[in-house]
């Protein structure tokens, strides 16, 4: 999916929610748990389904699937043909953050590209360039640098200087230059929102995937005041805010009234 | 499984061999593919049931079995298996590259040494201290962090300074202080034995996970010389060079003459 695509959905849905899945089967409803065989695809499945139109992508958290093993690693390839099959103007990520030498995120890039039919994928930048471009190479696919995430963890090393500025800002500006780097975006934890401003004139193309509003303390005013762009240029993802909204029987429509709370809230922002 | 087992296995196979398996379709020998339906794992078993006494630990690539999708991830689980069943004193190391937020790392601990009983897991540790204490959680588990890779894009930021030093260096010196620390190792390409001398100082009592050497060039007596410590603390891993020493129906043959010549440097230098 190009870009030009995402920012035509994001118009017509009046949108740039993010739809993260996180599946964990210590919340989803009891009543799933006991009449499913893969009650994790289910689940899932049955929030796409209640707020596919209210958002532009959906993100798949690996981890919260591999936890379970090759079974649910199999869900995942199950959950992604499903939104794509019925659902094909979805922008579809694997939050997975990949990476590793050249040969090897190449097998990746065919894991997620070839294998299963995403859209996107979030890579570690810590191996540099060589192990992000082959995610490159697929037209239309897209890699998401990790570049200054929500965590506390983001002191450790991204925001060390060095060469007199963060580390985060040096992965932007070098990566904007190696091959197919139109195919970058980047990820911008929103409890940075004083952060956004300088991302964006750094990466002023690119889109940025902005996880941690809500739960986690992120304004979406400040998100969007500080990181949009022309062409909009933000994916906000919500993932526990929508997903377990509610533990029990209500849990499709109590995603529905969460989901439609940010989208009502992005329609004033883009209006 | 303990670090002074690593080393008894080391002292009693006269090895620090680790053999890394990254099986590819289009170089696995022609009759596997064809009588087979799982391949990759009946060629990775039958490379280790013919390797396993030459070798202190086996390392999973995750990216060559996903690759091929759910199937190619119901391999790594079905391989695993059946190396703890049949070999436990063999150390596994799931060479996957993860890393995230504490609560999503979380799940990739279970996924790895829950769901599935790998001994270590590697981790990019871009996202810093919260991203990789979850893994050391695990009683006699190990997280294998990168720290200095062999691949060109090393130099993006890895090799970069920071605090007047370079970044894989923040990287070893920090993490020696987050929590059960002792479970940690660290990956260091062969290819930069240079470093070695430099690395080892800075952690004294950690395993090294050693890739690089063979196929990449790095030499094996150099580090040996820069590297072991008073517990050997090295494991050189060999992929390709075992793996594929033959395309033909030689192949287990010619994989075991690989590592014996690995075997008996490493047998040399020990003793």
């Known amino acids: 999916m190009t870009t030009q695509t995402i920012f035509e959905q994001i118009q ?6 993010c ?6 089967l ?34 798949i958290n690996t981890a919260f699937f591999e936890a379970y093993g090759p079974k649910g690693f199999a869900s995942i390839d199950r959950l992604v043909r499903y939104i794509k099959r019925h659902y094909p ?26 294998a299963m039919p995403f ?34 963890g983001a002191e450790n090393f991204q925001l060390q200087t060095i060469n007199n500025e963060e580390l985060y800002k040096q992965v ?25 401003a300088e991302i964006r004139k750094l990466v002023p193309e690119s889109f940025l995937l902005v996880p941690g509003v809500g739960a986690q303390g992120g304004s979406l005013e400040d998100v969007y ?17 929508i997903l377990y909204a509610d533990s029990g029987e209500g849990y499709v ?6 989901a439609t709370m940010l989208q009502e809230k992005m329609k004033k922002l883009l209006s």
């Open 89 to 114: 103007d979805l922008f579809t990520i694997a939050d997975a953050k990949r990476g590793d030498i050249g040969n090897t995120s190449l097998r990746y890039a065919k894991a997620f590209f070839e």
């Open 26 to 59: 210590e919340k989803i409803p009891a009543h799933i748990i006991s009449s499913s065989e893969d009650p994790i695809y289910d689940f899932c499945k049955s929030i796409v389904d209640e707020v596919q139109h209210l958002c532009v992508a959906v993100k």
């Open 172 to 196: 932007l500006k070098q990566s904007q230059h190696w091959k197919n780097a139109s195919q970058l975006m980047y990820v911008v934890g929103a409890t940075k929102a004083e952060h956004l």
């Open 253 to 258: 429509e109590a995603a529905f009234e969460a």
């Open 119 to 152: 859209d996107a994928i979030t890579i570690a930048p810590y191996m540099g360039k060589d192990s992000v471009e082959p995610f490159l190479t697929y037209k239309d696919k897209h890699a998401i640098l990790l570049a200054l995430t929500s965590n506390a």
């Open 12 to 17: 017509l849905k009046k949108s740039f929610l």
């Open 225 to 241: 005041a500080h990181g949009a762009n022309e062409n909009v240029g933000l994916l906000v993802n919500s993932s526990r805010g």
């Open 19 to 24: 739809l993260g899945l996180d599946p964990d």
